[in-house]
Every structure is written in C-alpha cells, then in structure tokens.
Nanobody, 132 residues
Framework: QVQLVESGGGSVHTGGSLRLSCAAS???????????MAWFRQAPGKEREGVAA????????YYADSVKGRFTISGDSAKKSVYLQRNRLEPEDTAMYYC??????????????????????WGQGTQVTVSS
C-alpha cells in the first residue's frame, strides 16, 4: 500500500506564488522505488490534465506548455516527496491539483507522462484558487 498526501493549496491573487507538496508513504516503499511522480489538475467542468512530471531516475522533468516557465517540479528522494513551485499564477490555474506516482518503468515515459493511465497511485487532491 502507498498513500500520497498533497498539501500547500489555497487562495492567491493573480501573479502570486504557491508551492504544493506531495508526500508518499506506505509499506510498499520499503521494497520498491517510485519511478515517476507527477502533478495533474482538474478545473471545474474540464478534464484532468497533466501539469508536470518527474522521473526519479535522473530527475528529468516534463511540463505542459501552459505552465512552462512558471511552474517547477522537483523531488526529494529521501523524503519520498515531490513539489510543484508555481509562480505568476493566473485565474486559469484555478483547479484541484492531484499528485500521482508510478512504480513501473516505461521506455518512452516522455510520450506518456501526461496520461492518467500511466500512474497507479493518486492523492486526494488540494484546491488552488487564483483570483484576479
């Protein structure tokens, strides 16, 4: 069993910054390592979309075009955590943000990082609201 717990959501004005955190815990982590961690978001009335992902093997990162240059994903393997630093927030960034993790390895992760089915483990989400 593995659980993901997100934190750091809240309300902020346009142009502000927020840092989301996601911590993994559970007995499965004693024997297995997480290969990929990612952040997704779902705005009201929209489908869930991939925002950013991290391959723990070499810290490669991947971003959606809409957040490049504003969001930064990073990880701490010792804490089994992943973070999403979000700067210059816009009202369009308002959404529920979800953390996801996957133990399996993929040969072409760069092509599938934004697919929901890539990830086995999901957190409950944390709400972010950006007001103008």
């Amino acid at each position: 069993q593995v659980q993901l717990v997100e934190s750091g959501g809240g309300s902020v004005h346009t142009g502000g910054s927020l840092r989301l955190s996601c911590a993994a815990s559970g007995s499965r982590l004693r024997d297995s390592a997480i290969n990929y961690m990612a952040w997704f978001r779902q705005a009201p009335g929209k489908e869930r979309e991939g925002v950013a992902a991290l391959w723990t093997g070499d810290n490669s990162t991947y971003y959606a075009d809409s957040v490049k240059g504003r969001f930064t994903i990073s990880g701490d393997s010792a804490k089994k955590s992943v973070y999403l630093q979000r700067n210059r927030l816009e009202p369009e960034d308002t959404a529920m943000y979800y953390c996801a993790a996957e133990f399996r390895g993929y040969s072409q992760f760069s092509r599938r990082w934004a697919w929901e089915r890539t990830y086995e483990i999901w957190g409950q989400g944390t709400q972010v609201t950006v007001s103008s």
